[in-house]
């Protein structure tokens, strides 16, 4: 699900990506880029779990360029922190 953000210029979040077996993720990531590159975006936003489970996708993003930004302590519930990741989609990555 790729979703603009109404608050900022040109940007889109990036939610819910599950995998399981075979699965391409970063030719779904190269995908997600190209869309929001064709709605003259700027920034991909990417959150996910700070839970155990979530490990694979807080080595995913950074291995696709992504850059982790913040860390919201116990946002989804005590203990389960969001971390938001983000990656430049301009040309240059400026």
């Known amino acids: 699900m790729l979703r603009p953000t109404q608050l900022s210029d040109r940007d889109g979040i990036l939610g819910l990506i599950e995998a399981s077996g075979q699965f ?20 991909l936003i990417v959150e996910t779990s700070g839970l155990p489970a979530f490990a694979p996708a807080r080595a995913f993003y950074p291995s696709c360029g992504f850059t982790l930004e913040a860390t919201i302590r116990n946002f989804y519930a005590d203990g389960d922190d969001k971390l938001v990741f983000t990656k430049s989609v301009t040309p240059g990555g400026a």
């Open 24 to 43: 391409d993720a970063d030719g779904l990531v190269g995908q997600v880029e190209d869309a929001i590159r064709r709605r003259k975006a700027r920034l």
